[in-house]
């Protein structure tokens, strides 16, 4: 029953989260930023949703449970470092909030494409 309660209240902070990131590409600077943000905070509850949905179905399959966390940490090695080659490459100044919002839809659409691939294992 705790985790049914832990599911709604992460699915309402999702709610909460999604609308806040609407209409990033409206924005500019610092602005920019912050909804960029919430898009990408959006993502990442949405993936820790299904990662933990995932590791309650391997519960019992101590090996699977052990990769599953190995693959994860893999993963988020691998995003960041190709997240961080992806936007070296725009040749864009690290100091301008261009930057900051392309390394920050690179981790979104990292992390949305990690929780589709989730979601297709558990099937």
Known sequence: MPSRI???SLTLAVLSN???????AEKSGRDAIVCASAA????????????QARLTRLEGNSS???????DERAWIR???ADCRELVKSFDLNPLDYSYSVAT???LR????ARRAQLKSQGR
């Open 109 to 112: 659409r990292a992390t949305e």
């Open 104 to 106: 920050i839809d690179c």
């Open 18 to 24: 999604q609308a806040r990131a609407e209409n990033c």
């Open 40 to 51: 990408y905070e959006v993502a990442d509850q949405q993936l820790n949703m299904s990662y």
């Open 6 to 8: 832990l599911i709604m």
């Open 78 to 80: 691998k995003r960041d």
């Open 64 to 70: 699977k449970v052990t990769k599953l966390i190995a």
